[in-house]
């Protein structure tokens, strides 16, 4: 981060009023600065390239999908690509439409929900602030089930192009896994966090957490929102 006392972060919502409520909750957090706003994608990828050129960078784009102009998946996957050190938090609503997934796909860190309580908005752009995922339980639950869809010839409708699940279990990705970090992968593909993980498998959180970091290293997955795409697409 640019600043060690607080994470820098743009909120991107083509509804006045949604930043605003937004703003007002972070405004109440010590560790936390909103430092730009903008209404669709490319007036944030334009602020980005401002804050950058000013030295000082933004941490967390808080991301609405549906937008006029760019959209957020356009958005996200520019972001991803020009601005690398700044992680992307994607505003979605309860049915998870196609829009929200394709953002994920493009880069972006997670999901939250547009109704969720502040508290759970805070603790969501810490997590990606840190390096973390974030993505609702009951996103998480519908993703999966999409992902499990089948599409022709019984492979994942999101996925058709992708090996089936006979193919991936001898993927050489997967192979470099030992039995334990197995285990944790397939829970993490549950939508399963690091305490939940802990209780099933009978270990420590920092435990889990050491496992879930060297899952994402040796299959070099960005974070958890994209080992869970990985391990659909992988049949686990």
Do not use: W
């Not at 929200?100 to 939250?112: E, M, T, V």
Request: proline share 4%; glycine share 10%.
């Amino acid at each position: 981060m640019s600043d060690p006392h607080h994470i820098r972060i743009m909120l991107v919502d083509d509804q006045e009023l949604i930043r605003t409520g937004f703003r007002l909750v972070l405004l109440s957090e010590p560790d936390m600065k909103v430092v730009a706003e903008a209404g669709d994608g490319g007036a944030a990828l334009a602020e980005l390239a401002r804050l950058a050129g000013d030295g000082a960078g933004c941490d967390v784009v808080l991301m609405d999908v549906r937008m006029p102009g760019v959209n957020g998946i356009e958005a996200t996957k520019r972001i991803v690509a020009e601005f690398p050190a700044t992680r992307v938090l994607v505003l979605t609503t309860f049915d998870l439409d196609e829009y929200a997934i394709g953002a994920i796909q493009a880069g972006a860190s997670g999901f939250l929900l547009k109704d969720a309580r502040p508290t759970e908005l805070v603790d969501a752009i810490r997590r990606v602030a840190g390096g973390d995922a974030a993505m609702a339980p009951a996103v998480t639950a519908r993703m999966i089930e999409r992902m499990r869809e089948s599409g022709p010839g019984g492979q994942p409708a999101m996925f058709a192009a992708q090996a089936s699940g006979a193919e991936a279990a001898i993927a050489p990705e997967l192979s470099e896994l030992t039995e334990r970090e197995l285990d944790v992968m397939r829970l993490i593909a549950d939508g399963k966090n690091n305490s939940e993980i802990g209780a099933e498998l009978f270990l420590s959180e920092s435990t889990v957490k050491t496992h879930v970091g060297r899952v994402l290293s040796k299959l070099q997955l960005r974070d958890r929102v994209h080992a869970v795409i990985f391990a659909k697409q992988h049949g686990l």
